[in-house]
């Protein structure tokens, strides 16, 4: 079990993928979300985009967490409390793209896909809430897949979950699986929290005085 009675964990995101990651991981958490205007934030390099993003929202976590007295009950506490932020973006024919905003940008978004491949970067953000240190990083991986049909793009329309991941980039979906060719670089990084990364950046928060 990663996770002791003397470590707490915040996960500051409301992804879905990266519930399941953290929880893969051993570690068991809380959970708070930013609720930031990401679109705010903007910068020319991917990698720096989504480590501002993480940045941003570990900002307003705290802040939420001040306002709620959850803040005061870490301080007054033994315990060493990590919160968890992150941020992806997809990268495609050097263009940055987040999530789609409209049916007709995701359709164009999905159907790139079947002509080249897509860069997913993605950023981790460890902070010690009690000590205000900050511990961060970004991964990459590339996506390479076959023919998406018509018929699949508009059923990932239709369901919708496209419009809430970065690029409409759905890997682990059952119409996308099968039709993914290579991934180069790990799954979970595609998915938005790459394992290794996150934990290389927590054994550092932890070994900190």
Wanted: avoid cysteine.
């Amino acid at each position: 079990m990663a996770a002791s009675s003397a470590l707490r964990v915040i996960l500051g995101s409301s992804s879905a993928s990266r519930r399941l990651i953290l929880s893969e991981m051993g570690y068991q958490f809380t959970l708070l979300s930013a609720d930031i205007d990401e679109k705010e934030i903007r910068k020319e390099k991917p990698e720096e985009l989504v480590v501002a993003l993480a940045h941003a929202k570990a900002d307003a976590i705290l802040e939420k967490m001040k306002n709620n007295g959850m803040m005061k009950e870490i301080l007054d506490s033994q315990d060493t409390t990590l919160m968890i932020t992150a941020d992806q973006v997809v990268v495609h024919d050097g263009v940055i793209r987040e999530k789609p905003s409209s049916p007709e940008e995701a359709r164009g978004f999905i159907k790139g896909y079947s002509e080249s491949h897509a860069a997913t970067i993605g950023s981790v953000l460890v902070t010690n809430v009690k000590t205000g240190a900050r511990r961060e990083g970004w991964d990459k991986a590339e996506v390479y897949f076959h023919k998406i049909p018509d018929e699949v793009v508009e059923s990932l329309i239709e369901e919708g979950n496209v419009f809430y991941v970065a690029g409409g980039l759905l890997v682990e979906h059952p119409l996308t699986s099968p039709l993914v060719e290579a991934i180069v670089g790990t799954i979970d990084s595609v998915m938005g929290l790459p394992k290794a990364l996150t934990e290389k950046l927590i054994k550092e928060s932890l070994s900190e005085p």
